[in-house]
């Protein structure tokens, strides 16, 4: 925890006549963990602490390079996000697929529309044929998203031009730079920490009142799951949501049921948290979480990565969670 979160939430504590200190020496240590995991359920706890930063191309509590490609545009952008300051680092020329549009089969030519991170780099020491230049950088499509969207398709990657011969003026279906270009992005990222942001324009990217609400909505749905309070934990998802596994919403209710009735404690944490803007071509304001997850009970333990994916609705300031991983 840091020192900052603590004394923002001592201040809080103060101005409510709340004394933490008070409270922890006095062995009540899990009236100060309540009164924490309530605080940071609020939205004014959320405000003040995403203050006036830029927030368009999401919330990460990492360092991070985020590539943003604009396929209307052809320009792929790269920004280097750190303690919640964009930096621009290069604005280039981009081609894409052969035909408009977002990716839904094999062999369309179209490039997909969404947000994708690199699993592997490509270069001669690992065969890359010349004709994707010095490097090539694969992304994971299709993702979870992709795939409740019966999309399908392969080998979409982030690579140069030949570097012999003539090169073709699009591709067939992945992100090409001039070789120079992607050299010195190769230079600049950790591809195992890059985010790539695929859209047919500039728009769609996040706004900080979405992200303000994205964040209250996690940690309101955390603290539901934390209390046992299924009623108010089901209400974060939508009548349409689906679990990487098959479950639908009834299943999964009746699952969670069983669990929160046995559960005497709950101990849950977030680390790594990123909240990225998702764009989309289903006309709706998705946006993917991922965290690292911490899980204590009486009945489970659990550590490892948590994926869900959420829209919100600018008339609702709760998210709702339409899949999960």
């Given at each position: 925890?840091?020192?900052?979160?603590?004394?923002?939430?001592?201040?809080?504590?103060?101005?409510?006549?709340?004394?933490?200190?008070?409270?922890?020496?006095?062995?009540?240590?899990?009236?100060?963990?309540?009164?924490?995991?309530?605080?940071?359920?609020?939205?004014?706890?959320?405000?003040?602490?995403?203050?006036?930063?830029?927030?368009?191309?999401?919330?990460?509590?990492?360092?991070?390079?985020?590539?943003?490609?604009?396929?209307?545009?052809?320009?792929?952008?790269?920004?280097?996000?750190?303690?919640?300051?964009?930096?621009?680092?290069?604005?280039?020329?981009?081609?894409?697929?052969?035909?408009?549009?977002?990716?839904?089969?094999?062999?369309?030519?179209?490039?997909?529309?969404?947000?994708?991170?690199?699993?592997?780099?490509?270069?001669?020491?690992?065969?890359?044929?010349?004709?994707?230049?010095?490097?090539?950088?694969?992304?994971?499509?299709?993702?979870?998203?992709?795939?409740?969207?019966?999309?399908?398709?392969?080998?979409?990657?982030?690579?140069?031009?030949?570097?012999?011969?003539?090169?073709?003026?699009?591709?067939?279906?992945?992100?090409?730079?001039?070789?120079?270009?992607?050299?010195?992005?190769?230079?600049?990222?950790?591809?195992?920490?890059?985010?790539?942001?695929?859209?047919?324009?500039?728009?769609?990217?996040?706004?900080?009142?979405?992200?303000?609400n994205v964040l209250t909505s996690l940690y309101q749905w955390r603290r539901a799951w934390i209390n046992n309070d299924l009623d108010n934990y089901i209400?974060?998802?939508?009548?349409?949501?689906?679990?990487?596994?098959?479950?639908?919403?009834?299943?999964?209710?009746?699952?969670?049921?069983?669990?929160?009735?046995?559960?005497?404690?709950?101990?849950?944490?977030?680390?790594?948290?990123?909240?990225?803007?998702?764009?989309?071509?289903?006309?709706?304001?998705?946006?993917?979480?991922?965290?690292?997850?911490?899980?204590?009970?009486?009945?489970?333990?659990?550590?490892?990565?948590?994926?869900?994916?959420?829209?919100?609705?600018?008339?609702?300031?709760?998210?709702?969670?339409?899949?999960?991983?």
């Open positions: 925890m840091s020192r900052v979160f603590v004394g923002l939430l001592l201040s809080l504590s103060f101005l409510q006549g709340i004394d933490l200190a008070d409270l922890y020496i006095s062995g009540k240590k899990d009236e100060v963990l309540k009164y924490l995991d309530e605080q940071i359920s609020k939205k004014e706890y959320w405000e003040n602490k995403l203050g006036n930063n830029d927030f368009r191309f999401g919330y990460y509590t990492n360092k991070k390079d985020v590539l943003i490609a604009c396929k209307e545009c052809d320009r792929l952008r790269h920004f280097k996000i750190e303690k919640e300051i964009q930096t621009s680092l290069k604005d280039l020329n981009a081609t894409f697929g052969q035909v408009k549009g977002d990716k839904k089969r094999e062999g369309d030519l179209k490039t997909p529309i969404g947000a994708y991170h690199f699993i592997e780099k490509l270069d001669k020491s690992k065969n890359l044929n010349q004709f994707y230049g010095p490097y090539a950088f694969v992304t994971n499509y299709p993702n979870l998203f992709d795939k409740s969207l019966k999309k399908n398709g392969s080998g979409i990657w982030l690579h140069g031009f030949p570097l012999e011969g003539e090169r073709d003026p699009k591709t067939k279906g992945c992100i090409a730079v001039d070789n120079n270009c992607l050299e010195d992005i190769e230079k600049e990222i950790d591809f195992t920490n890059t985010i790539v942001l695929i859209n047919e324009n500039r728009e769609n990217l996040a706004t900080n009142e979405e992200i303000l209400s974060f998802y939508s009548e349409d949501f689906k679990r990487a596994d098959g479950l639908n919403l009834q299943r999964f209710t009746n699952l969670k049921k069983e669990i929160f009735s046995k559960n005497r404690y709950t101990e849950i944490y977030f680390k790594d948290l990123e909240v990225i803007p998702y764009p989309n071509s289903i006309g709706k304001r998705i946006y993917k979480i991922k965290f690292f997850e911490i899980y204590r009970s009486n009945i489970h333990k659990f550590k490892g990565y948590k994926t869900l994916y959420v829209e919100v609705d600018p008339l609702d300031e709760r998210f709702k969670i339409i899949l999960e991983s």
